[in-house]
């Protein structure tokens, strides 16, 4: 799920009644965050194992969750944490998948982006102990269905200060906890969207700002680089916009012939090596690099923010416009050739080949 569940018929599972609670004790806090549940009521069990132990193993647990879905284990948040950990480069696992909106700063950290969709949001946590709340804004916990003992059950936990998942935290089992739940197998009768006009989530970038000849253009940082997250669009050297309709332009940016890519970045950025855009695509699909919109066939994630766009190319006649991204290298391969880099919709990931210098292609700039 990719939000939390918001179940809370008493009349219908009579093991919620008095078992669910509003974060900060506020209504309005139950549309926004999802309700908080004990984790008899999340398991959907009788209120007197919260101080006794149901004892032996078992598979998954439904508890509230819809049909087809259960309460996930502490193992299945182990699996996500090391998953995410696995794919999101050298970013906190919290950070990748925190909401955007509902999180206080904090100035040892960095913001959270929801890189994922997965969107944990601050609900904060009822205590048992006091009946007090834990302010919404800086925690975020969530039950499994894995007991610890008669008293406590294990949860995944969140903070505001901290990057990091806590996947194998154990908690009072009276506690007010955040609950998400996981599809159990891929022959219930749930549906993704998968139509051509369907857009991915897309994660909250911290987009920067670089000048080009007074034209400004966005800029996004992938772990320790500092890319163009769209393509330079300033009319300067041998340029070209797609079948010279400045309206491509807008949307593609223009088209250089090498000499003038070589030129056209900026003091304290350049033209990217092909060592630069190794970087860049190392352990990444080339999908996760490609926008969201503009593709004929099939768009792309975007996952970091690097925006590539299929600008096509000019070489005596225009082609590929909304099939393919090529971008120039720093890197000649010959007196009359140099490397580039080319992402298609059809393939995972990127390649690298020579083209004549005279070809009119994409241009990004790194910073030094």
């Known amino acids: ?140 916990y969530f039950w499994t269905s894995t007991e610890v003992d008669e008293g406590t059950a294990g949860g995944a936990a969140f903070l505001h200060n901290d990057d990091k998942l806590s996947p194998s935290g154990f908690y009072y089992k009276d506690h007010g906890m955040s609950v998400r739940c996981v599809l159990s197998t891929y022959s219930t009768n749930v549906k993704f969207d998968t139509t051509d006009d369907y857009k991915p989530w897309e994660p909250s970038f911290k987009y920067g700002s670089l000048e080009i000849e007074g034209v400004k253009h966005k800029t996004i940082k992938i772990d320790s680089q500092v890319w163009m997250a769209e393509n330079v669009n300033v009319d300067k050297g041998d340029n070209h916009c797609f079948n010279d309709s400045k309206e491509y332009c807008e949307k593609y940016g223009r088209l250089y012939d090498w000499k003038t890519a070589s030129e056209i970045c900026p003091d304290g950025w350049h033209l990217p090596t092909v060592e630069d855009f190794e970087i860049l695509t190392k352990n990444t699909p080339g999908i996760d690099l490609l926008s969201i919109d503009g593709w004929t066939k099939s768009n792309g994630t975007n996952r970091w923010g690097f925006n590539a766009l299929p600008a096509g190319a000019y070489e005596s006649s225009f082609f590929d416009s909304k099939y393919t991204a090529y971008f120039w290298t720093a890197d000649k391969s010959s007196e009359n050739t140099a490397e580039h880099i080319i992402l298609r919709y059809y393939s995972t990931e990127a390649e690298f080949a020579s083209q004549a210098t005279n070809t009119f292609e994409s241009v990004r700039c790194v910073k030094d």
């Open 1 to 140: 799920m990719a939000e939390n569940l918001r179940y809370t018929d008493s009349s219908e599972t009579k093991n919620l009644k008095s078992h669910v609670w509003c974060p900060d004790n506020k209504k309005e806090n139950c549309e926004k965050f999802g309700p908080l549940y004990s984790w008899t009521a999340a398991m959907n069990i009788d209120k007197e194992f919260s101080t006794k132990a149901i004892g032996g193993g078992f598979g998954n647990v439904r508890g509230i969750c819809p049909q087809g879905w259960h309460l996930p284990s502490k193992q299945e948040w182990i699996e996500l944490e090391k998953y995410i950990d696995l794919i999101n480069r050298s970013e906190g696992v919290a950070t990748s998948l925190k909401d955007a909106e509902s999180w206080n700063a904090h100035d040892s950290i960095e913001a959270s982006i929801n890189r994922f969709g997965f969107a944990a949001m601050a609900a904060g946590r009822r205590n048992s102990d006091n009946e007090e709340f834990q302010p919404t804004g800086k925690f975020a």
